[in-house]
């Protein structure tokens, strides 16, 4: 049984090795926590404007390195042995790269979306179920020393040169690395939009008494053909 | 493994030496690093009560959660030396001066060395290098950069001391500027602050439990200014000393907080900390206001430095006095 309402959530404990299997996302629910072991990739704007805009492929296939992509950059740094050492990790908002993820997806295999505060459920059922993919998002957000915990090692790094620390695609091994809470399940629902429903019950009452600004603003008006006072 | 040259900072100029009297530029330097390892490490006492308090209160089990994981967040940064988040944000400084103190070098040697330490902490903490080109995308990896840090001044009537302060805050989420009209009132006010919160606070994008620095007044810069440095710059707890304002404050945290959106925009009462309204004086038709939410990665240091050298470090900034904001001033 999927999750409808908000108060269903259970909280069940999961853990993960990653690259992950199909058959580990299917029956995760809507508020589920998430601890990731093996290796995942990072990968935002820079990642997908390289691969996807610009057709420039990865010194080796994403889909060789693992199907999980954290929508984040570390605080990284490169250590005395010609490595790098990475202290703290949160993600970055996913909600403004849904116009990359159907190729994303087609071109890596990528199961599984790790990012901050989702995107929503028309995004899940038509870019993310067709693939088989969900979404877990990180907790808080700034859970960074944390999630700093959970990663063991840097594998290896691709296009630090071309895109710089905070975008270059970090390959990275995980130890426990968690909680993420499942954000969409394998029907494509959205935890983020039960909670909202909930919050809405309040705004009436919020706002009462509190009228529109005698100066709009475009954005509350749509129609440019319209003035604003 | 590919390897990378961190740009020096290239602002030239050679300074004398400091003489007697002087605030030196080398303590400047190291004094400016430790407070960036503080600032990213260490959260201020006065927002982790906070989040403790509310954690005792909340009811909701996913704010709840959430609430115990960046109680526990905070004793890991601590422990193991880490920035406590991911995203260290954009590193500023709001430095002060009182009007008797004196700098080795000048200004220019206190902005190069201002420079320098938030280049080198970026390193050596490290902390994620955020600061690009907005339209190359260009990275210099250091945090340093065209118009980066920002770097804030005030001054005192008194003392031979300056004091450093430097703030690490996200830069996308929870912000906006409108304006706004005496005919809108106390409640055009309530509303922006409302229609914001409840923007940027669903799906906790805002990063809540926050502090939400209000500014009203001014014109457009010092409205976003004001705002700033309210949320950054005052402790949890702190009211403005016009008791209008003061009481303004409490009135918005409730109205915020009655919306009951918690950490994450789960429901929940845990999501505005604190409000802190500052105002300027502004144009006879005008109210414009302006809105930060600092996020529950509330990060500030300050140090006082004097000319004879001793440093004392405090988590609050003290940043608002009455020389500052002109009190009594006709």
Redesign the interface.
Known sequence: MSITHIDQVEMNEVHLTCPVQADDLKDLKLGDLVYLDGVIYTGREGLYRRMLDEGVAPPVPLREVSNVNFHCSPAASPDEDGGFIVKAVTATASFRFGKWMKAFFEETGCKLIIGKAGMNSKEYKELFVPSGAIYLTTVGYGLGATYGRGVTGVRDVFWLEELGIAQAVWVLELKNLGPFIVESDAEGNSLFELSNKKINENLEKAYEGLPQPVLRRYGEELDRGEELV | ????SFLEDRQAGSFPPAATGEVPGDLVLEVGKELMSRAAIGIPPDFKAAVKDMAEEEKN??SL??LN??A??YE??EE?????????GLPRWYVKMGNDCRLQGGFCLLEKNLRQATAEA?????????R?HPIT???N?NNVGIHAPEIQYAFEPEGSWIELTTVHKGG??GTDY????P??GI??I???F?DTW?EFG????A?QPAVIGLGIGGCKDTTMRIAKEAACLRAVGDRNPDPQLAEMEEELKN?GN????G?????GGSGVVDVHVEVAHTHTGGMQVAMHCF???SRRATARISTTGEVSFRSDPQWFTPYYRREGIA
């Open positions: 493994m590919a390897s990378l089990p996913l959660f959430v994981q960046i526990q967040n890991i940064a193991d030396g880490r920035p406590m988040c991911g995203d260290t970026t390193r050596e903490i490290p902390l994620r290098p955020n690009v995308r260009a990275d990896n996308l989420f409108r304006m706004l009209f005919a809108d409640p055009g309530k509303r922006f409302l409840v669903r799906r906790g994008m990063c109205l009655s919306v009951g959106m950490p994450m925009g789960f429901a996020c529950f990665a």
